[in-house]
């Protein structure tokens, strides 16, 4: 059995900052989950900062204020900061770092072919990812947890720095290399490979509820992020049906169905699992995220150092 | 259920889009129309709801006469989509200048293009009476819609410039412009495409479906429903913590009325997952019934 140890998983440790990440498919609650885990350790002292690249952010709903794509702190939890990666917003800034860093070595003919290039539908995907690279490198934070894109996604926003080269050879649209521009983007993308693949750095946690497809879809992308040398490190079992409550037959025959799927979890991941209970109402605003927090992460492993 | 011969199913992860397709599939080709289920989810679960191997090829449902399904994967379309336009250059340019085209084609983009291409593809395939696409969780599922008319965009202002786009040099794509052309406009016809939002009575989940809701409407789409899914059957909830739920779902349930105004089904909560044709079956019928919003004994669990 492996034993859920929050502060091996969640926690900064030998002076790193730590990065979580919440992946699993659609609607299983990523972002509760993420908001929940990040609301807790800023509440322990940890300066933390939720990411969200999720193009139809919900991280505004649950806090209940806005969350742009500038670092804000969130009103009413000290330590705690939001951002959102806006495609649209990242891809006029990168679009214009990529025309400045040109402009001073290229003609304008060519500046022109360059500009009509980036006009491309490409960018904007390229330009999401330069900003999450620039979120997961940033160490100012202890703590930085993403809440991230549906899996099928995810995993290619995380496959692209392997491909790093073949980026830059298509951003330097008119075959003009810029040596410093692809050696600038080459180290910064192995650094980024080796924090991922780094358990002391970079947790990779899958979020699931207790049904088939969720579950099946998760496991195929556990062993996808294997190839790509990132292990997973947990799992949380998510709207877990309290067992006391399901004195009717209906709601009994779901729990036990949900008992079996839990057991499904932990022998097909073999990693720690969390439970998360289904709430009585939805985890909305402050006051339900805090009691959701201290209801699932009572002990936050943070032994009150912080 | 519909005249539609396409149907769109979208909405935000995790309501049960796949059940639904799926459902609807199985009812609309047992009421005799040859119906093509397709995903361009690169996280597909047919299979698992089917419980059948199904993969990036169209395979036969067994145990449904008349029921075709695909799981197109984005690797291989992008293979096929990259021979579609290297195949005939290769006849006619050099060595050297499919290379150039080909290094281009190393774009991450180039999968999303690649897969919306075959996609596209059967909207002009005269096949299928009808082809159902469960398509990808929203936001991703908008980008992906918003491609053909960016796509006609940029080519257009490409053939007036360098004669290059990331998709290779113009003349060779002109082809693809006329099939989105005709995508898009089939999109538009209310007769020919229906979107059906799967949404669950829940706070977070209405919102995001009126956004998605009105970005479709921007791009022309005129044919719109709703499909209220796994709402609690009232007599099941006589334990205060499923009552509270059940009373928040009434609640969210007239929201749902007042924010998302469209024709609406209802869909129960059922006690088991909705797995294999014979549960589709019962699920798609129940789907029949839901117009009428009553709740019935026999509750099975739905979700995606």
């Known amino acids: ?306 | 259920m519909t005249s539609s011969r396409f149907l769109f199913f979208s909405g935000k992860g995790g309501v049960g889009k796949t059940s639904m397709a799926a459902s609807t599939a199985v009812q609309e080709a047992e009421g005799g129309r040859k119906t093509l289920i397709v995903t361009t989810d690169p996280a597909s679960n047919l299979a698992d709801v089917f419980e059948t191997e199904i993969g990036h090829r169209i395979a036969l449902i067994p145990g449904v006469p008349n029921l075709w399904a695909m799981e197109i994967d984005p690797d291989q379309a992008t293979t096929e989509y990259k021979e579609k336009i290297l195949g005939p250059m290769r006849a006619v340019f050099p060595a050297d200048v499919i290379s150039v085209v080909e290094e281009q084609f190393n774009s991450p983009c180039t999968t999303e293009i690649a897969a919306f291409d075959r996609f596209v593809k059967f909207m002009d395939d005269p096949e299928y009476d009808l082809v159902i696409f469960d398509t990808a969780p929203t936001g991703h599922t908008i980008r992906l819609l918003e491609l053909p008319v960016n796509w006609s965009e940029f080519i257009d202002l490409s053939a007036k410039g360098s004669g290059q786009t990331c998709l290779g040099p113009v003349q060779a794509i002109q082809e693809s412009k006329a099939m989105y052309d005709k995508a898009i406009a089939e999109l538009r016809n209310p007769r020919a495409t229906t979107f059906i939002f799967v949404v669950q009575p829940e706070a977070v989940a209405i919102g995001e479906t009126e956004r998605s809701v009105a970005e479709i409407r921007q791009l022309g789409v005129k044919s719109i429903e709703l499909i209220i899914n796994a709402i609690l059957p009232e007599e099941v909830c006589q334990d205060a913590f499923f009552r509270a739920r059940w009373e928040m779902q009434q609640r969210h349930l007239q929201e749902i009325e007042r924010r998302l105004v469209m024709p609406a089904r209802r869909m129960f909560l059922l006690e088991e997952e909705i797995k294999g044709v014979e549960k589709l079956r019962r699920t798609g019928q129940m789907l029949l019934e839901g117009e009428t919003s009553t709740p019935r004994g026999d509750h099975e669990h739905v979700s995606a």
């Open chain 1, 1 to 306: 059995m492996n034993m859920f140890q929050p502060e091996k998983i969640l926690l900064p440790s030998n002076g790193y900052s730590r990065v979580l990440f919440f992946a699993g498919k659609g609607g299983v609650g990523k972002t509760t989950v993420s908001s929940v885990v990040a609301l807790r350790l800023a509440e322990c002292g940890y300066r933390t900062l939720l990411v969200t690249t999720d193009p139809a952010a919900h991280i505004g709903e649950v806090f209940e204020q806005p969350v742009t794509d500038e670092i804000q702190p969130v009103i009413g939890v000290k330590n705690l900061f939001a951002v959102r990666i806006d495609p649209k917003a990242a891809t006029e800034e990168y679009k214009k770092s990529i025309l400045e860093d040109a402009r001073p070595r290229y003609s304008a003919e060519m500046l022109a072919a360059l500009a009509e290039e980036l006009e491309s539908p490409c960018t904007e995907e390229i330009a999401a990812f330069d900003k999450f690279s620039q979120f997961l490198t940033d160490e100012t934070f202890q703590v930085t947890v993403f809440d991230t894109a549906p899996t099928g996604h995810t995993l290619r926003l995380l496959q692209l720095p392997f491909d790093y080269s073949k980026q830059v050879s298509l951003m330097v649209a008119t075959g003009q290399e810029s040596v410093g521009l692809k050696d600038k983007t080459k180290a910064r993308f192995e650094a980024m490979i080796s924090k991922l693949r780094d358990p002391a750095r970079t947790t990779f946690g899958f979020v699931v509820y207790p049904e088939s497809t969720p579950i099946v879809e998760a496991h195929r992308a556990k062993l996808d992020l294997e190839k790509a040398g990132i292990p997973t490190q947990f799992v949380v079992a998510n709207q877990v049906l309290p067992v006391e409550r399901c004195s009717h037959p209906f709601f009994k025959k779901r729990s036990e169905m949900q008992k079996r799927y839990l057991a499904q979890i932990v022998e097909k991941f073999d990693v720690p699992m969390l439970e998360m209970p289904l709430f009585e109402q939805e985890v909305i605003g402050l006051p339900r995220l805090r009691q959701a927090a201290r209801t699932v992460l009572s002990d936050c492993g943070c032994r009150g150092v912080n």
